[in-house]
């Protein structure tokens, strides 16, 4: 079912956490809302399932509106960040309380039961109760009594928030097989880029209550529209510089910009695996110290300094590394091989994510 | 020679400050509670079990042993939905006069019990606010059971509520948002979430509720009258036979308050222990 959202907005107290939002959802898709805490993301997650009501706007699903409906109307399934498994009831009991809610058949209920408990791999576990499981299965759970009743909509807040990096990963590549098997139109919250880039087919960017960015997680990574997408989907280096008519300069380097009217400062950001270092200079380059070298496994972080700049970071892959063969101390020169501009008025300099600067 | 001494742990205190200290606090037990409980016992039964028994087969005292069950009967519920409504509405909504609804549930610890029992007096005595109108429709609330139960339930509104709310506030809401977005109804979400998820704690908030209802004094001594065989609770009778020089009879029924507090001991234990397994699960449940 699709969902249309329009308009939104929200507010506890004097803090408005959402601001305008509008956003669609086809049908079938799962789409991550990404951003930092405090972005909204989990607010809008709780008006879609109806835990929450919007101060303005409305939401539609499949083109009917139903903000006015309850929660309890909605046929949505949601799957908490810790669970919310109901701790005196067996794996089976709380997979099948949706359906006893609804006084179905006990062998429906039973049958329902026993098909989902084999979807997410934990027949063996029916009788446990849930502190007799893993963080990991008890999520799995969660996820099977989210389906119950065969929702045509699936929410998922911070789904493995509260889980370790390893049955992190897993469940992810589990989460994306279950999607491409039941195609239910699913909006999963979180704020690490890497598990909305690997799970979803389309990112939604969220900062300050705001929808900043929509698009594949190829587009949101290579043609950032904000800085906030810049700085917040990895490491950036930012170079302080202007832009006139439809170029950009940073010292003495040049670049292709966005035209612009006269001359207004610009921060030009390049991504860390965007620069090249050279042992001599190259014409468009930057003179730079290598103050260290951080091992990463498959690649080599350099850090250095560069007069006018800071701190800047470069990740090279190990063979070039090997290849350049460099030690804290000495000079180099950097050629950035892609750059983004946006004026300086556009940035508001996130301390959130690691940066150049 | 001599073994060697074990280590001291960091933090730890010399065995003589540990000693001390211990044996200060059996001292002060012995002294407040052992000894006197002992007493209770003792005189009660020193003149032989016979007259033990029938002091407690007198029809005086049988009829405060029946009214103190009525009392705790229709106090104790009465609480216990009060204090899971208060503690339901203090945890799970956000209101105005909130703050101030939780420190008027305390109120009744921080007053003394006479006056809980004056004010009944006041609203509903003969003189009272409400007298008059209650006593032209044959009702009569104070020197009768009715104001008993009144100031008993004033007396003792808190337990319930504030054993509640720590635990419903530390438990948070999100299994109840699952229940409801589940497709479960309000009723459905107390009955199969809320209610299993608070009941140890309940139970606990009711034994004590119980404790208090059963051996209440100061609040139902002003309201009760003392009428002998109908508006005497058993501490009034224990009072009143003490007074008499009864001595023997006045023991024999405190014992039964005795009993009722190893008994709420027990309860209490118990429900502590139970109570403890059920945060723990929880704890283990939310590893944040």
């Known amino acids: ?357 | 020679m001599s073994a060697p001494a074990r280590p001291r742990r960091p933090g730890e205190d010399p065995p003589a400050v540990r000693i001390a200290l211990t044996a200060l606090a059996l001292v002060f037990l012995a002294v407040l509670v052992l000894v006197p409980a002992a007493a209770v016992v003792v005189e009660a039964l020193k003149d032989g079990a016979g007259l033990f028994w029938k002091a407690l087969r007198d029809p005086d005292a049988l009829a405060a042993v029946r009214l103190t069950l009525l009392v705790a009967a229709i106090a104790v519920p009465l609480n216990a939905a009060f204090g899971l409504a208060a503690a339901w509405s203090v945890t799970r909504f956000r209101f105005p006069g909130k703050s101030v609804l939780v420190s008027l549930i305390d109120l009744p610890f921080g007053v003394s019990p006479v006056i809980s029992g004056m004010v009944t007096v006041l609203l509903f005595g003969a003189q009272g606010w409400f007298g008059p109108w209650l006593s032209d429709h044959g009702v009569k609330v104070v020197f009768a059971v009715p104001g008993i139960v009144l100031a008993t339930v004033f007396v003792t509104f808190p337990f319930v509520a504030r054993e509640l709310i720590p635990f419903m506030e530390a438990q948070g809401t999100e299994e109840e948002e699952a229940a409801l977005v589940l497709g479960a109804g309000g009723w459905q979400i107390f009955r199969s979430v809320t209610l299993p998820n608070v009941k140890w704690s309940l139970l606990y908030g009711v034994v004590l509720c119980n404790a208090r209802a059963m051996g209440e004094f100061g609040a139902v001594s002003v309201v009760s009258g003392h009428i002998r065989g109908v508006t005497n609770t058993i501490p009034l009778q224990v009072e009143i036979l003490y007074g008499e020089y009864q001595f023997r009879a006045a023991f024999a029924v405190a014992s039964l308050l005795f009993v009722l507090a190893l008994v709420t001991l027990v309860a209490k234990k118990s429900l502590e222990w139970r109570q403890h397994l059920a945060r723990r699960e929880g704890a283990r449940r939310s590893p944040a």
Not at chain 1, 83 to 108: D, I, S
Not at chain 1, 112 to 140: I, M
Not at chain 1, 220 to 241: C, H, I, K, T, Y
């Open chain 1, 1 to 357: 079912m699709s969902i249309e959202i329009r308009g939104l907005w929200k507010s506890f107290g004097t803090n408005t956490v959402l601001k305008d939002v509008s956003l669609d959802v086809p049908d079938g898709e799962l789409v991550a809302l990404l951003g930092p805490s405090g972005c909204g993301k989990t607010t809008l997650l709780r008006i879609l399932a109806g835990l929450e009501t919007a101060d303005a706007g409305d939401v539609r699903h499949a083109g009917e509106e139903i903000s006015s409906r309850s929660a309890r109307e909605r046929n949505v399934g949601l799957v908490f960040q810790h669970y919310a498994l109901f701790r005196h009831m067996t794996v089976a009991e709380n997979v099948g309380f949706a359906l006893r809610v609804r006084k179905r058949p006990k062998e429906e209920i039973e049958a329902r039961v026993n098909e989902l408990l084999a979807l997410v791999q934990l027949d063996a576990y029916r009788a446990r109760y849930p502190h007799q499981l893993s963080g990991g299965q008890r999520q799995r759970v969660a996820l099977a009594r989210a389906l119950a009743t065969s929702p045509r909509i699936l929410l998922l807040d911070e789904p493995f928030g509260a889980l370790d990096a390893r049955v992190r990963q897993e469940l992810r590549r589990w989460l994306r097989r279950l999607h491409d098997e039941l195609h239910v139109t699913s909006v999963f919250v979180t704020h690490d880029q890497e598990e909305a880039f690997e799970v979803s087919d389309r990112i939604v960017l969220m900062n300050q209550g705001r929808i900043e960015q929509v698009g594949s997680p190829a587009q949101v990574f290579e043609e950032p529209a904000s800085p906030f997408v810049m700085r917040f989907l990895g490491a950036v280096n930012v170079f302080q510089g202007h832009v006139e008519g439809d170029r950009a300069y940073v010292q003495d380097l040049e670049f292709a910009a966005p035209g612009g009217a006269g001359r207004t400062p610009a921060h030009v950001f390049v991504r860390p695996h965007e620069l090249e270092i050279h042992r001599a200079a190259v014409p468009g380059s930057l003179a730079a110290t290598v103050s260290r070298l951080v091992p990463l496994g498959a690649a080599v972080r350099v850090e250095l300094t560069a007069a006018g700049n800071g701190a800047l970071e470069v990740e090279l892959d190990l063979r070039r590394s090997e290849a350049l063969a460099l030690a804290p101390g000495d000079r180099v020169h950097l050629s950035p091989r892609r750059v983004r501009v946006f004026p300086a008025s556009a940035d508001q300099g996130d301390s959130l994510t690691a940066s150049g600067l």
